[in-house]
């Protein structure tokens, strides 16, 4: 079987289960480290004739990072195209199980029993006020109904946006900061927030500067997330 990927997500569960499978993904497939195959262009710009050329079995991918007019070009070229739903943690274990499993044709991987072993065990007793910054010029952050949101929440932070009308709302600075959050939540990805970038930005409020794949990503990495997103947090 080939495989085409247009989430870096989804690549990275694949190739941790049947790394022989893949035959393409984007650009922004960055792990593993050594993942050696074509790459067809971005999340947001496949290429779309590049990858019709590589006549795959199956194209994964996101109603989120993809665009459905990219996903609409393949299927009118005849290929086969399986589009996930990733808001939440439980869904996330539910779709890579899909996609590996039905799409795929392959067996369930230990690691995805690893993950969701690792993620049922978390409780928090409290949540603390915290705003999520995914983006500055203009500002914006973590709204309702996201896979990163409900991350943060089951590890004891409560997205003080998480009702907001908007899944990813653009809030002015001062709202942002008079928001009546105690911590702001900075990850690395999309925006790289860093040190150096974006705490200055909340005077008073301590920064937890988070890695944005352990935060975004669902795949293998969820195995580590908790325990990384929480010493990074416990840092703040």
Partial sequence: MRV?????SLTEAIAATAPGLLAGATAWCTHPADLDVERIGGTKNPDVARIVSLAPDLVVANEEENRAADLDALRGAGVSVL??????????FRELDRMLTAGCGLARPDWLDRAQAAWASQSPDSAVPAVVPIWRRPWMVLGRDTFAGDVLARLGVHNVYAEHPERYPKIPLPELVTSGAELVVLPDEPYA???SDGPEAFPGLPSALLSGRHLTWYGPSLIEAPDVLRRQLRTA
């Fill in 4 to 8: 085409v990927s247009l989430v870096p």
């Fill in 83 to 92: 589009v996930t739903e990733v808001r939440t943690v439980d869904q996330a």
């Fill in 193 to 195: 927030f860093s040190a």
